[in-house]
């Protein structure tokens, strides 16, 4: 099971961090993904960590400000953002992937998800 929490009302330069607490398997094992969600478009990756090598990954418009990071003994997965901006407004989802595809990107190798928490940036 995955919970996410942090999502919420914030100005365009501020930050939020997003947790993501896993149950039933220790995250340290598994890729760990972040996506997000615009209305009717599909969901969009933002960010992962690999297990094997906790090699990160992110799409281009985030470098630099997001940072995806894991507490092991807490068994959850984060993702600080900052300098956030209009365009990082949605629906935050945290991902699993059990094997070790590396296509970290596709969402559809992901096989645990979270609820989802609402990211609003205002200008």
């Known amino acids: 099971q995955l919970v996410e929490s942090g999502g919420g009302l914030v100005q365009a330069g501020g930050s939020l961090r997003l947790s993501c607490a896993v149950s039933?398997?220790?995250?340290?094992?598994?890729?760990m993904g972040w996506f997000r969600q615009v209305a009717a478009k599909d969901r969009e990756f933002v960010a992962s960590?690999?297990?094997?090598?906790?090699?990160?990954y992110y799409i281009d418009s985030v470098k630099g400000r997001f940072i995806i990071s894991r507490d092991n003994a807490k068994n959850t997965v984060y993702l600080q953002m900052n300098r956030l901006k209009s365009e990082d407004t949605g629906v935050y989802y945290c991902?699993?992937?059990?094997?070790?595809?590396?296509?970290?990107?596709?969402?559809?190798?992901?096989?645990?998800w979270g609820q989802g928490t609402q990211v609003t940036v205002s200008e």
């Open positions: 991902a699993a992937e059990r094997d070790d595809r590396n296509r970290y990107h596709l969402a559809t190798d992901y096989d645990y």
């Open positions: 960590m690999r297990w094997r090598d906790d090699n990160t």
């Open positions: 039933g398997y220790p995250v340290r094992s598994y890729t």
